[in-house]
Structure formats: structure tokens, C-alpha cells
């Protein structure tokens, strides 16, 4: 018998509100959201951040010039198939420190450059809730200011909560909820703005105000990444691990498309399933064979996300096909078209998974393609498009179920950080995660 997700079909919206209104009446459990576990909370105490900026509670105040810098700046070649990253600790340029009590100011020249102010590293214990308050500005232009929590030593192990954007010269306040990940090591707080113009930090306290409640099932994840089956060990998961390290969920584990079925799903039993991404040309004989695991993954009836390959996957098995963006060459002849890194989509929808996107209805993402889907797919609304690729981002309706064409399992560390939110929107519309 298919299993299906709680609260999902007709009525998924009206019970989702409902269960909402639950929830908000709650002051110190999270066991309404899906399958979390229950997690007290406990009284705050702040960050001992050693070198805070600007101020922080009950620690002396300390100078700006105290924390590092970072400018990191992206460049996609979609011809070359080539993507630099270029992180710079020792050119200032896009740092400014007005003077004692005035706070620093971080600007940014293009969508892809990203500029960042990181604390020293400082004790915090794995899945802890923070609250982080920060008194900001916008300088000018219409930069994109966010907070970062992550461990010293990995760009990549991320929670970024975005502040609310405002006019140029008007001073706010504002706290936004992170946590801590897996790592039991150090953190830093980092202070950042991506896109173009500048904003200035004024003052910034950290709280952690305890445990972070985190999912109890392992998370599955086809693997369409690889011709052949490969020992765990081997598959090389570092960008999808993040919904271990990041999120929380107690394990990932892994079929090959040709090796999954019903029952060892069952024997799983995973609160989530991932349909992997693929890189290389897919001989046709194999495309069915994926087609066949695909479907007996999604058929479990736990919520889906389709990343790249697993997207177009399950837009086939929908009646949908795989063609190519097409443009025409200065030697007249007609070309295939790459998207290939940072790239910027637009929302065609409103839908929870937008949810406090600070540009909305635009947000990048990392690309790497160019099959793209075609003609009608059966139940899918589509919620985001680009220039060369309409069908980028689906939600099948009445299923448990997103789609990317984009990869927003990677890309947070540099000049896209707005993936992070993207997965937990997602998270939360699947009361995965709190």
C-alpha cells in the first residue's frame, strides 16, 4: 500500500493553515511540526564572541578593525564550462570603517559579489538555536544584508537568515532566528550583503536559546549520479550532506536506481527523498531504468525534492519531455545552451517556498545544464522560470513534491545564499523541520 504524507491532496492547504495556527499558540514545544522531536526551551544566554563587534551583551566593547574581512567574488563561464571562485582575506576593497561607535560598512559592486564580516570563532554546541539582533543601515543602491552562522573552518556548512530590506538612511533593528549545525567545533558569526550597493552594521548580539528541534528519519536519496552501483563510501554526497550537517536528519541513505524497490523503502522509512542530480550523457536503455527507480521512489509516498537530472525525471514520468535551449551562432550555426553558475530566476507564482525572499520574486541559484522540460507536465504548477529555461522550479499538485532544475544544495558560501532559505521554506511546507 502507498504511503502517504500527512496533510497532503485537496485539502493540503486548509490543514496546513490550521495546523499553523496550532503551532503559534505553543510557547515551548515543536512537536507539531511533522516528525521533529520535542525540545524544551531553555533560558538565553549570549554568544561569548571574543572580539564582538561593536557591542555585544555583557562583554567590553571592541573594535571593528578586530574581525576579518572576505570578499568573494564569482565568475561563470557557460562556454568554458568553467566557474572561479575568488576569496580574498587580504584586499579591503568593499570595507569601510567610518569611525569609533559608527559601525562598518560592506559594499558590493555586482550580483555576484558578496562581502563579509566575520567574527572570531567562539564554543557553541551542535543543533542550537541563536538569535541574532543586528542594528543596520543601507548606505545605497539595493543591497541584500544577511547574517551567516558557520564553522570556522567550512564555508559550506551554512544558516543564513536575511534582513529585512529598507529605504537608504533609515536605521533598523531586527533579530533573526539560526542555529548551529553538526559540527562540534567553533563558530563565527558572520555580517554580509551580496548584490549591488552597501550597508552599514551597527551593532550586533548573539543569544543561543536553546536546542534545535531536528527530524528523526533518515533522509533517501536515489542515486542517479552514477552509472553503475558504488559502496556508500564512494558516492560523494558533500553538497547533499548538508540535510545531515545543517539540517539535522539522523542519516542519509542510498539505492541506485536499479537496485531500489518498495521494500527496502519501507525498511528505510525516510522522511525525505532526494532524486539525485547526474552530469554525463545517460544512455537510453539506462534513462528507463532510472524512469523505473524513480517511480518506485516517489510511488513511497514521503515528500520529494528533484534536483537537476531528478527533476527532469520526474517531469518524464508526468508526460513531460527532455529537449535543449537553442540559440544561433556568429558561424550560423544553431548551438545548445548552457546556464552555468550564479544565476538569477524569477518566481511566476506565489508559493510558501518563496517566503521571505529578499528579492522576490528574483533569487539566484547555481546552475549546471542543458536538458531542460518540455511540452505538459501532468500536475505540475510551475513556480519559477529564467531567460533560456521556463520550467526551472515545479510543485506537483496534491503530492508531496518540488522540483529544481537548479542546484539549491549548493552555491550558500559564495553568491548564493539564498538556496539556504529555499531548502528551508521547503523543510517547513513538508513540517520537517520547525
Known amino acids: 500500500m502507498r504511503k502517504r504524507h500527512p496533510g497532503f491532496g485537496p485539502s493540503r492547504q486548509r490543514t496546513r493553515i490550521v495546523i499553523l495556527a496550532v503551532v503559534a499558540l505553543l510557547s515551548v514545544e515543536f512537536s507539531g511540526f511533522g516528525q521533529t522531536s520535542t525540545v524544551e526551551a531553555r ?7 571574543e572580539n564582538p563587534t561593536f ?14 574581512f572576505e570578499a568573494i567574488t564569482v565568475k561563470a563561464d557557460a562556454d568554458a ?11 579591503e576593497r568593499g570595507l569601510s570603517i567610518p569611525g569609533e561607535g559608527r559601525g562598518a560598512i560592506l559594499e558590493c559592486g555586482n550580483r555576484t559579489h558578496r562581502a563579509d564580516l566575520v567574527s572570531a570563532a567562539f564554543e557553541l554546541k551542535p543543533f542550537r538555536s541563536v538569535d541574532v539582533t543586528v542594528a543596520y543601515q543601507v548606505e545605497k543602491g539595493e543591497p541584500v544584508p544577511f547574517v551567516c552562522l558557520r564553522p ?10 536575511f534582513l529585512p530590506r529598507s ?27 551580496i548584490g549591488q550597493g552597501a550597508v552599514r552594521f551597527l551593532s550586533v548580539r548573539g543569544d543561543v536559546t536553546g536546542e534545535y528541534p531536528r527530524p528523526e528519519q533518515p533522509v533517501f536519496v536515489l542515486d542517479m549520479l552514477h552509472l553503475k552501483p558504488r559502496p556508500t563510501s564512494e558516492l560523494g554526497w558533500p553538497a547533499i550532506s548538508k540535510l545531515v550537517t545543517v539540517f539535522g536528519f539522523p542519516a542519509i541513505e542510498s539505492l541506485h536506481y536499479s537496485k531500489v524497490s518498495a521494500e527496502k523503502l519501507e525498511e528505510i522509512d525516510p522522511a525525505l527523498i532526494v532524486l539525485s542530480p547526474k552530469g554525463e550523457e545517460i544512455p537510453r536503455q539506462e534513462a528507463m531504468k532510472m524512469l523505473d527507480g524513480a517511480q518506485i521512489a516517489v510511488d513511497h509516498g514521503a515528500p520529494v525534492v528533484g534536483i537537476c537530472l ?27 545552451l548552457w546556464e552555468w553558475g550564479p544565476t538569477m530566476l524569477k518566481a511566476v507564482k506565489e508559493d510558501p517556498l518563496f517566503e521571505n525572499l529578499p528579492r522576490y520574486p528574483r533569487f539566484c541559484a547555481s546552475e549546471s545544464h542543458r536538458g531542460i522540460v518540455c511540452g505538459e507536465v501532468e500536475g505540475a504548477i510551475l513556480l519559477a522560470s529564467t531567460e533560456h529555461c521556463k520550467t526551472q522550479v515545479f510543485r506537483y499538485e496534491g503530492e508531496p513534491w518540488y522540483t529544481f532544475q537548479a542546484h539549491i544544495e549548493r552555491g550558500w558560501g559564495d553568491a548564493c545564499p539564498e538556496a539556504c532559505l529555499l531548502w528551508k521554506n521547503m523543510l517547513r511546507y513538508f513540517f520537517l523541520i520547525p
Open 43 to 49: 533560558a538565553s544566554k549570549p554568544l561569548e564572541i
Open 55 to 68: 557591542q555585544a551583551s555583557g562583554l567590553d566593547r571592541m573594535p571593528v578593525e578586530s574581525w576579518n
Open 81 to 91: 564550462l568553467k566557474l572561479d571562485v575568488d576569496i580574498s582575506k587580504k584586499n
Open 152 to 161: 570556522w573552518n567550512k564555508r559550506e556548512w551554512v544558516d543564513v537568515g
Open 167 to 193: 529605504p537608504a538612511g533609515k536605521k533598523r533593528t531586527t533579530t533573526v532566528k539560526l542555529h548551529s549545525g553538526l559540527s562540534n567545533e567553533r563558530y563565527v558569526l558572520t555580517m554580509a550583503c
Open 310 to 336: 531528478g527533476h527532469q525525471v520526474l517531469a518524464m514520468l508526468r508526460g513531460g519531455k527532455l529537449g535543449a535551449a537553442m540559440e544561433e551562432g556568429d558561424d550560423g550555426k544553431r548551438k545548445i
